[in-house]
């Protein structure tokens, strides 16, 4: 048995990780615990980074293999302008399990940020990491 170029090298197919990133959407929102903030919207600032549910696109080259990177988008903008959670901590954990259960990431980090939330500091957030099923 011939073995191809990455099995030669030891990795296994299991062993490879494939993501997705999308960095800096910005996204309105109401979040915060202070009053003013719940009626207020925000720009806060998201980074992704997920693993891909399979690696049929990079050999398929097929469009219906991959995931919709706009689809993802998309729904993190209509969680963000229906959230109910004041925590951030609560509104990232939301985009995780989004990202997870409705596009089938079998892992995911998730960086949510408020910008200028206070006087002298550019960006204050989570980041936080998750595994399907854990």
Same mark, same amino acid.
């Given at each position: 048995m011939r073995l191809g170029r990455v099995e030669s090298l030891g990795i *296994?197919?299991? =062993?490879?990780? %494939? #993501?997705? !990133?999308?960095?800096? &959407?910005?996204?309105?929102? @109401?979040?915060?615990?202070?009053?003013?903030?719940?009626? *207020? +919207?925000?720009?806060?600032?998201? =980074? *992704?980074?997920f693993g891909l549910p399979s690696a049929r $696109? !990079?050999?398929?080259? =097929? !469009? #219906? =293999?991959? /995931?919709?990177?706009?689809?993802?988008?998309?729904?993190? @903008? /209509? *969680?963000?302008? %229906? %959230? +109910?959670? $004041? &925590? /951030?901590?609560? !509104?990232?954990e939301s985009v995780a399990q989004l990202v997870l259960v409705e596009f089938g990431a079998p892992s995911v980090k998730v960086r949510v940020a408020k910008l200028a939330p206070v006087p002298g500091v550019r960006e204050l957030g989570v980041m936080i990491e998750r595994v399907a099923g854990g």
């Open positions: *296994l197919e299991q =062993d490879r990780m %494939n #993501a997705i !990133f999308i960095h800096d &959407l910005r996204v309105e929102t @109401k979040i915060g615990v202070y009053e003013w903030e719940r009626h *207020l +919207p925000q720009t806060i600032r998201i =980074d *992704l980074e $696109p !990079f050999t398929s080259g =097929d !469009f #219906a =293999d991959a /995931v919709d990177y706009a689809a993802v988008v998309e729904r993190i @903008k /209509v *969680l963000a302008a %229906n %959230n +109910p959670h $004041p &925590l /951030v901590e609560r !509104f990232a």
